[in-house]
């Protein structure tokens, strides 16, 4: 199994970076990981409709480019799917028995994603209904990974 987390924006808390560096670490046995940055567009304060669809569609182009051939498209949505943990893990598991070998996780940067992007996507998935900091859910989205993986191989870890 083959997952990307492609991400707008990039890393700068150190915290962060330790985080997702653990949970990198704990999903090598379970999947190749890789994790890819796309540069954000820079947003004036006061931004008009218009220029936050255009600074969407701009970070939606530096995505597709990233998005490998042929991968199943996961793009994190606040109107995507919202399952539990258990569920979130028997979807994945499905995916996989019906033959998906690489998925690419679409994490937007603090506007969002295009309207575009997210209709092309295999599945929409909302990690909650909380709203969390973008940067934040690329750590969110690798637990709830690791988590399911647990599930998945029926490993202890969830409770």
Known sequence: MKISIIAVGRLKEKYLKEGIAEYSKRLS?????EIIEVEDEQAPDNISPAQE??????????????????SFV?????????????RFAKKLEAFFISGVSTMSFIIGGSLGLDDELVKTANYRLC????????????????EQ???????????????
């Open 145 to 159: 990974l690791f988590r399911c993986f647990k599930i998945i191989k029926g490993e202890t870890y969830h409770k």
């Open 127 to 142: 990690l909650s209904e909380l709203t969390f900091p973008h940067q934040l859910a690329r750590l969110i989205l690798l």
């Open 53 to 70: 669809v255009q600074i969407k569609k701009k970070e939606a182009e530096k995505i597709k480019k990233r998005i490998k051939e042929g």
């Open 74 to 86: 996961v793009v994190l949505d606040l109107n995507g799917e919202k399952p539990d943990s258990v």
């Open 29 to 33: 046995r379970f999947c190749d990981l």
